[in-house]
């Protein structure tokens, strides 16, 4: 009796495929994808009802490692491919594996209409800021004067911000995680699935051959506690290794106090509102031009109720099929006006 | 009482010309449909700027429509006509040279103003200086008459005068000696909230009617006999309309909640206003924000278990050769309708052209095996789209459509089957519990077809993806022999197709001679007539029209070695020649033209006489 019980407890390795993962050692999707299969498990999600859908990329490997559904399909279009999959059947879980260069190069007309859409998908964004597939050539999201096999001398492009594209683009839920925070990608990862509508979350992702060392000022000890910012809903912007940094906003100008030389009361700090899009416009700029001094956002930036795209779907077709008489296919293929002949 | 001469024909040739604005669309679609309830066989050719209003009075803003109807006999919109009617001076210097010797002009004297006739660039009025005096005109101010009917109407002066096309058809309507009933329903139906607009649509087409009844100069009547088509009861249909209906049809027959993903595109955009309102036929409709995700959500569709649909013309076409090439390597059914156009690049948006074969036949990185149907006439399009989800959904392939401008705006009376009268399909789905023993992604039956697993079932679960594959466990693999072996596969099962599709015959039941003529898509009616023509003449002259396209019906070899010449008359400058000679090793000889107008009968005619001696 027992036993069976053992053997019907679902793991996190229930997710998980029989294909060897062949990613580079060290690499941060690792911990990214065992961090999916067991929110997945930890939600109790059957197997059969999701669908994780990639396009193409070190990230979008992810598909053929899960034990679900799923299409890694081309380069830029998993949300495409998605939203179609979506559309035919709402009922079912369907995810976005996606990198910055696949998602916001190539993908990027994509990834804004599926966010104004509001289509029922969880988007994950593994960003490492760099083409590591073929090599590691500048990405969308890489730096200005980063020294790549495409860019001998410094690359001239600025790079693109995910998070205030997302904003522009009408998404109603827009995150941020590391990969080495396993805790926090976990809560992230529960709460894009709860969301109802289009999920995004952008999680730094360190690629240990092409572009190591990264987001080193925001995983390693001594230096994230004054880099990295965790976003609390209701709770004040307050970081540092001994709390000693609080964010004050004076009109849309945000400002860093030192609260040991400075002890205002927390009430009087910016209290973070997952709600207020302004607000979270300004928080999607941190570490960005302008915002060079702030620590870098985690957590829920931003997130609003709209009704999803398959359910006005769903709504509209129910609506219509109400208002109009039912008529059979044969009455569709007769038309509303026939003739005869006779001979 | 006036005394009318009674003319009788077995078919007529009629265009109606004038600015963009003038509604020459409309009421060539109603002329067409009236035809149908008279019983007359039809084929239009609608030609219109892409400009949605080019330069009034212009010559590049004519809009016109032609329509042959009559006998049974008919089967393109004709060469020349015996009746123009034109709205200005530009349609009738546009026009004109098409007009049959002795043939009849009906023109709206107000639209010969000296504005108007500086503009299409006459020096004098073409009405009075007596240059038409080969042709029999009729000078009618359609105009004035159109607003003097509407005297006691409430419409300003300028939606008085934009009824002056219903005057013109209720006039066309007595000239042909028809009661205008199916317009008069039609008004009523369109106009059905604006009562006022209604009412004076009405008048201006009785108005026109009673013109011809009682003009003094207007001496002329026209009688068609109506055309045996068998028996049975028909409709009026559109070529984009049909195809609408096929995949919807074709969506109840095989069971499968029908997804169509599209991006807005001429001359494709109609089936996606079509198929948008039948939402109550479960029918999901997705205008996305590009060709390409048009074509990748349909793939997405498709893997959740939907008969999944995409249409698009050329320029769409070349966006979507990415996920298409997705499509072949994922073996999962989508159907892709290219609306033909003229091309390259954006090239001829409303004209007509067959020139994307070659493109859908190879245009695609890889050895990528695609099937490609052609429908041949507007209602063709009907039972091509249905053909297509069934080979796509019982061979878990991609399959292209290949239709056109001309298939796609015309119209036609179709003798539409019922739901039980169409074939089954047997689509390869699996239920959302059914088990297959050993199952894998790529596991195939005797025709080499994987099964069609969806989500929800949770003995099929499996990943599937771009990358090539082991045959034996559908997993990743770049072993030599495996890639092989799969492309192998995949163009097998594509050849496999040919087992299950009929028989090709001879349009005109003449198998074996001097000439066989191989067309296909909308060249149908003037290969045919062609072949008639001089079949009649004493001529062995068959014609093989191809609605399979790849594969070639099987014994398509064996029809053409029975013919001495082949002859292949297509809208490109040879394509479907190079597939012939390249499968069959026949010395066919091309016959084209790329102006975006059809081939007319009398050149195609000639061109074939000058072969057969």
New interface residues.
Partial sequence: MESTQIKNQVSPKDYA?N?EVKWCPGCGDYAILAQIQKVLCELGK????????SG?GCSSRF??Y?????????HG?PI??????????PE?DVWVITGDGDCLSIGG??F??GLRRNIGLKVIMFNNRIYALTKGQVSPTSEQNKITYSTPYGSIDYPINPLSLALGSEATFVARTIDRDLKHMNEIFKNADAHKGTAFVEVYQNCKIFNDEAFQRYTEKGQKENNTIYLQNGKPLIFGENNQFGIILNNTKPEIINLNDNPIPHENLWIHDTKDKTKAFILSQFTFPGYENFPSPLGVIYQTEKASYEEL?IQ??NE??QK?K?????K????T??????? | MKTIEKIQKKSVVIKFAGDSGDGMQLIGYQFTYNSAYNKNKSLNFPEFPSEIRAPRGTVAGVSSFQLQFGDENVLTPGDEYDVLVVMNAAALKVSLKNLKENGVIIANENGFDLKNLKLAGYESNPLEDGSLENFQLFSVPIEELTIEALKDSPLSKQDKERCKNMFTLGFVCWLFNRTPDNIVEFINSTFSKKPEIRDANLKALMAGYNYGETSESILIQYEVPPAKLGKGTFRGIMGNHAMALGLVTASQKANLPLVYCSYPITPATDILKYLSTYLNFGVKTFQAEDEIAAMCAAIGASYGGALAVTGTSGPGMALKTESLNLAVMLELPVVLINVQRGGPSTGLPTKMEQSDLLFAMYGRPGDSPVPVLAPSTPSDCFYIAFEACKIATSFMTPVIVLSDSYLANGAEGWKFPKLEELPEIKHKQLSSSQKIDNYYSYLRDENMVRWWAIPGNPFTIHRIGGLEKNPETGNVSYFPEDHQRMTEIRKKKIQNIAKQIPLQTTENNINEGDVLLIGWGSTYGVIETVARDLNEKGYKVGHVHLRYIHPFPSNLQDIIKKFRKVIIPELNTGQLVKLIRDQFLVDAIPFNKVQGIPIKHQELLNFVLTQLK
């Fill in positions: 495929s294909q059957k197997q059969e009802n999701i669908a994780f859908i193409i598909v053929y899960m034990n679900t559904y799923g299409i890694h399909s081309i279009r495409a491919v998605a939203t179609g999959l979506k559309i035919a059947r079912l007309n994509h804004i209409h779907l509209k077709m219509v099929s109009r039912p008529v059979s296919i044969n569709l293929l007769s038309g006006k026939t003739f005869s002949y006779d001979e």
